[in-house]
């Protein structure tokens, strides 16, 4: 059975760090596509960052260079080290994995099958 547990949110003021944590179990995540997404109240759910099977990495611009998308196969567990928060970075925040090769975009929610619950992250002045 597929699963895919977030942890690791919080509140913190701007200027902070967090790192999230996906805990991923029925599948290897070392031979999957994840990714992270976001949804604000009343925004649509964002791509924010992902990782191919292989290893390569891709960022939204609104993250790149503050955010780190990263794993550990033998954990099986994907990590999000979110630094330099902003206010507007305060969402509840998704790890995806998608079940075969991404057709289209890595950012696009239709790529990924799996989600996790999510863990809130909200960022205060």
Not at 27 to 50: D, N
Not at 101 to 106: M, N, Q, R, S, V
Request: proline share 2%.
């Amino acid at each position: 059975q597929v699963q895919l547990v977030e942890s690791g949110g919080g509140s913190v003021q701007a200027g902070g760090s967090l790192r999230l944590s996906c805990l991923a179990s029925g599948f290897s995540i070392s031979v999957t596509h994840m990714a992270w997404f976001r949804q604000a109240p009343g925004k649509m759910r964002e791509g924010i960052a992902g990782m191919r099977a292989g290893g390569i990495t891709y960022y939204a611009d609104s993250v790149k260079g503050r955010f780190t998308i990263s794993r550990d196969n033998p954990k099986n567990t994907m990590y999000l080290q979110m630094n330099d928060l902003r206010l507007e970075d305060t969402a509840m925040y998704y790890c995806a994995a998608a079940r075969k090769a991404l057709g289209g975009d890595w950012y696009a929610p239709d790529e990924y099958n799996y989600w996790g619950q999510g863990t809130q992250v909200t960022v205060s002045s």
